[in-house]
């Protein structure tokens, strides 16, 4: 295993920060390489976890031999939304000094990187995506950041934008295990959904707002335009993994996690072993981003559910009141898609606006920004 530790830019005088990378295996041959992170969102504490205990395991498959790729893990890939605390209360989804979400606007290189490569040969898409990932690396370390979150983002995909594959963990408010990807990927990342248990696995060619993963399968589709006489695949396969809810943190929920992951790491040949992993059958077919049914808030008031994460809810089914104790009213909302309902709020307390619950439905019906803020 070797660390490594990437200073961040645009600190404050007297002070520095960084970010902790951990590499087991090899991939200097070749070799898949897959990037791990857990924290880009620093209040979303149970992947910190998982990242623990897969730290724990690919350090005993590497000294056993068994590694047959390279596993990059970053535990910790936002440091500074990890200390803003406020009155005791950390708060680490926006940065206070630019009002961002953390995991929004990861710049897009795809077209310096293209204007770097366009006049070398082009080869097997395989070289292709070498030579691309090398003009990559190139275009990043010219990149320049002044504000620390630019140069997290910088550095976040400095670390990933070499790998085949990219996990990014994060949690929701309260919730069942669900991932999101991109359609290309749903046949490669389905076994890792099933694998983990998951309940929902959402799907949208565009989110919206540039978010971590987002900006891998960008690159790659904006380059296949950008450079249409090279045979380009989309090189690096990615999944956003919301490892249940905001206190859902726990040794054991951690480990078994963090075997699920290793499983599939194992099944798409970063371990040896992989023809022996047995996948269990998904409990879901995945289902558009756009389908997503979110419920808000019409007014002010105490959030009182009726249905759990997980449940099937069919049309018309009760999903939470929103309970008026001065005038006596509740409001009864319902389901008006059928599917899982994967996610839910942590606080009980609801102003008018406010998402209240997302059920995975199967037909669009949202357009534009699919994300939550
Ligand atoms: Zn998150």
Same mark, same amino acid.
């Given at each position: ?7 961040? /830019? #645009? ?9 902790? *990378?951990?590499?087991? #295996? @090899?991939?200097?041959? #070749? ?24 730290? %724990?395991?690919?350090?005993? +498959? ?12 970053? &535990?910790?890939?936002? &440091?500074?939304?990890? @200390? /803003? ?14 009002? /961002? ?14 204007? @770097? ?35 997290? $983002? ?9 790998? !085949? ?6 949690? !929701?408010?309260? *919730?069942? +295990? ?23 696995? +959402?799907?949208? %060619?565009? /989110?919206?707002?540039?978010?971590? !993963? ?13 450079? &249409?006489?090279?045979?380009? =695949? ?9 490892? $249940? ?13 963090? !075997? ?19 996948? =269990?059958?998904? *409990?879901?077919? =995945?289902?558009? +981003? ?27 089914? &009760? ?12 409001? $009864? ?13 942590? $606080? ?20 534009? %920004?699919?994300?939550?803020?």
């Amino acid at each position: 295993m070797k660390q490594y530790q990437h200073p961040l /830019q #645009g600190m404050s005088l007297g002070s520095q920060r960084h970010i902790s *990378s951990f590499h087991y #295996g @090899d991939s200097s041959q #070749g070799q898949p390489r897959a990037y791990i992170q857990a924290g880009l969102h620093a209040s979303e504490i149970p992947g910190m976890l998982v990242a623990h205990y897969l730290r %724990e395991k690919l350090q005993l +498959l590497e000294d056993s031999g068994q590694l047959t790729g390279e596993v990059i893990v970053v &535990p910790v890939a936002n &440091p500074v939304g990890l @200390d /803003q605390t406020v009155l005791s209360y950390q708060m680490g989804r926006f940065d206070f000094a630019t009002g /961002q979400n953390f995991n929004r606007l990861f710049p897009s290189l795809a077209e310096s990187v293209a204007q @770097d490569v366009a006049d070398q040969q082009r080869g097997s898409p395989q070289e292709n995506v070498q030579l691309i990932r090398r003009a990559l690396q190139r275009q990043l370390a010219k990149f320049k950041t002044v504000r620390t979150v630019d140069s997290l $983002r910088t550095t976040l995909l400095a670390l990933s934008c070499g790998c !085949d594959l990219v996990l990014d963990l994060h949690c !929701d408010c309260e *919730s069942v +295990l669900h991932l999101y990807t991109h359609p290309a990927f749903l046949d490669a990342i389905m076994p890792l959904s099933a694998l983990l248990g998951a309940h929902a696995t +959402l799907y949208a %060619e565009i /989110q919206g707002g540039s978010p971590f !993963d987002e900006a891998h399968v960008e690159f790659w589709t904006r380059l296949k335009t950008l450079l &249409p006489q090279h045979d380009i =695949p989309l090189a690096t396969t990615t999944a956003t993994i919301e490892l $249940r809810g905001q206190l859902d943190v726990g040794h054991q929920q951690a480990e078994v996690d963090a !075997d699920a992951i290793i499983e599939y790491l194992r099944l798409s040949g970063y371990c040896e072993g992989g023809k022996a992993v047995e996948v =269990p059958f998904p *409990s879901h077919k =995945p289902t558009p +981003l756009a389908g997503t049914e979110v419920i808000v808030a019409e007014k002010a008031g105490v959030i009182t559910y009726v249905a759990e994460c997980g449940k099937y809810l069919q049309l018309g089914e &009760p999903v939470v009141d929103v309970v008026d104790p001065i005038s006596g009213e509740t409001i $009864r909302y319902v389901a008006t898609t059928a599917g899982v309902m994967f996610a839910r709020q942590n $606080r009980r307390y609801a102003m008018p606006g406010m998402d209240l619950a997302y059920i995975a439905g199967k037909i669009p019906l949202r357009t534009g %920004e699919l994300l939550s803020m």
